[in-house]
């Protein structure tokens, strides 16, 4: 681009910058930002803390379930949320998210069993849930076009901190106080985050739909959420379980239970990844059904292939958080200036060509400073496919309905994750069983997340290319 080119941007980016810290919508920014931040912290910190937590409490046979509960959770909570941010504003949903996630914090810093910490990571998956979906529903609705990407970027810049200090921050806790004060720490500081953004919050209008009709439909919904997190568990049951028979039934009700719900509840045309609103939601799934595929398996290809310590193991994931948060920000900068198809494409293929070279990690001679320098390029790209598409959801949804586009980007991408980690332990598994060993195994799932990630190329065409075309289709 020449000079002219960039000089004329300059006023646009600047006003959407002031817009952002504006008077008007400070409270709203800082709130929304500390309360992701929070969440993002607690997140993190569950990976650390929760060995300890088994070592003390015993329950080893639920550790997977405690990250599992949550995801699963926030799947009605992200439905739940997004319907009610429609029919009642979203203040309601996210106050009471904030409030239920707090809850479950506190919960989990007191429970004496296993058994109970899931528990509580499940109603933190509920609050957790509402607190994504209605903050992408604050952004379509509480700030203008122009402001909106510098704000999504904002959202995943919320996450740089706690992926740099939330780690070492819960083990340092961990060992001087204990890991239950990981969690009741937290517990304030989201509900001091909640506060700051409610002001603001309740400015915001609900979506146009008729009271009655909002409600029934906000039932609904919450219904087939439930069947969804139902189907996708009983999924997840048949990819891990050992045994062929148990495992085809398992899956099998899981998807007669799973996928009539998905359709009720994601924009008509997802399943067909027709053009416009269904295609983002769509790509979106396909984003964490790749890159978070592959991310579950990179500290294991590190500690356990190539025998290195936990810490070394973490570092590519640090460095990943740090090149996503840069990834958004080029969609901030380049959103206006680029098509938005460019962009998508250009991430997928960055996510691909990532996990290629971070399968180099299982051979012996390559050293490991190469792992930190591949997968911080496939969260370069996964930084800029997903707020691109975040904000292509957002301009194709149609007045007064961010908060059903809002959940539905949630629901994609939640259980598309869901999906990616529970294929790539299914395929690590049948690899131990067949004898190929652990290296083998995680080759496989790579080469199935570039698979994914170069669907993910082809199936851009049915990205709009602007704003302007985004609101043609809806």
Do not use: K
């Not at 952004?139 to 909106?148: C, F, L, M, T």
């Not at 640090?318 to 920000?329: D, I, P, Q, Y």
């Not at 198809?341 to 180099?360: D, E, H, S, Y």
Request: charged share 10%; aromatic share 6%; hydrophobic share 55%.
């Amino acid at each position: 681009m020449n000079a002219q080119g960039l000089e004329g941007h300059r006023p646009g980016m600047t006003s959407a910058s002031a817009e952002v810290w504006d008077r008007e919508h400070r409270g709203l920014t800082v709130g929304l930002l500390a309360t992701v931040a929070f969440t993002a912290f607690e997140a993190l910190a569950v990976a650390t803390v929760l060995p300890t937590t088994v070592e003390e409490i015993g329950g080893l046979n639920l550790y997977g379930w405690a990250f599992s509960a949550f995801m699963l959770a926030s799947l009605i909570g992200i439905t739940a949320g997004g319907a009610l941010a429609d029919s009642r504003g979203p203040a309601l949903p996210f106050l009471a998210g904030a409030a239920v996630f707090v809850i479950g914090l506190v919960g989990a810093g007191a429970s004496p069993t296993m058994p109970l910490v899931v528990a509580a990571r499940f109603v933190q998956g509920l609050g957790s849930g509402a607190i994504g979906s209605v903050s992408y529903v604050a952004v379509g609705r509480g700030y203008s076009p122009e402001a909106r990407p510098r704000m999504i970027a904002l959202l995943s810049s919320a996450w740089v901190i706690p992926g740099l200090l939330g780690p070492a921050l819960a083990g340092f806790v961990t060992d001087v106080f204990g890991w239950r004060w990981v969690f009741f720490g937290l517990a304030p500081a989201t509900a001091v985050g909640a506060a700051i953004a409610a002001p603001a919050m309740r400015r915001l209008a609900a979506g146009s739909r008729a009271s009655l009709e909002a409600t029934v439909t906000t039932e609904h919904r919450t219904r087939d959420a439930l069947a969804l997190t139902l189907g996708a568990a009983l999924l997840m049951g048949g990819l891990e379980n050992g045994d062929g028979i148990m495992a085809a039934g398992l899956a099998v009700t899981g998807l007669l239970i799973g996928v009539p719900a998905a359709r009720r509840l994601l924009p008509p045309g997802t399943m067909r990844i027709r053009a416009g609103l269904g295609a983002a939601v769509a790509l979106i799934g396909v984003t964490g059904f790749a890159f978070f595929g592959a991310e579950a398996f990179v500290p294991l290809a590190i500690s356990g292939v190539r025998h290195q310590p936990a810490t070394i193991a973490g570092l590519p994931l640090t460095v990943g958080t740090l090149t996503w948060t840069a990834g958004a920000w080029i969609q901030a900068r380049e959103a206006d200036r680029r098509s938005r198809r460019l962009l998508v494409a250009l991430g997928f293929a960055l996510i691909g060509a990532g996990v290629a070279g971070t399968a180099a990690t299982l051979i012996p001679a390559v050293p490991l400073w190469v792992t930190a320098l591949t997968w911080g390029l496939t969260s370069l790209g996964m930084g800029i496919t997903y707020s691109t598409l975040a904000l292509v959801i957002l301009e194709c949804a149609a007045d007064g309905e961010e908060g059903r586009a809002s959940a539905a980007l949630q629901l994609s991408y939640t259980v598309c994750i869901a999906l990616g980690t529970g294929v790539g332990g299914a395929i690590v598994a049948l690899s131990a069983r067949l004898g190929h060993g652990l290296a083998a195994g995680i080759a496989l799932v790579d080469v199935a997340m570039v698979v994914a990630a170069a669907f993910g190329v082809l199936a851009t065409r049915r990205i709009p290319r602007t704003r302007e075309d985004a609101a043609a289709i809806a």
